[in-house]
């Protein structure tokens, strides 16, 4: 039983990792810049590269990407008993 759930579990990380990656893609492929949706067209050029980078979208596609992978494997797996509050 243990030999199947973790022959499931390595099957799922070619899943999260498409899924992941296609949700970044989508993000910086789609037309439009969604910094200017959520500021509108008005906005100040300084507070659309504040939002940027505050976002993470002024970074390249793979930064985000392996910091969003370890985020989720550090919630899989858990954090280190030694950064645990006490």
Do not use: K, Y
């Amino acid at each position: 039983m243990a030999r199947h759930l973790f022959q499931r579990f390595l099957l799922t990380l070619p899943a999260l990792w498409l899924l992941l990656t296609l949700v970044f893609l989508m993000i910086h492929i789609v037309p439009g810049d969604p910094v200017e949706q959520m500021l509108g067209e008005g906005a100040a050029p300084g507070e659309l590269v504040q939002l940027r980078h505050a976002l993470g979208l002024d970074l390249p596609l793979h930064v985000p990407t392996g910091v969003t992978c370890g985020n989720w494997s550090m919630e899989i797996l858990g954090s280190p008993s030694s950064s645990r509050p006490r």
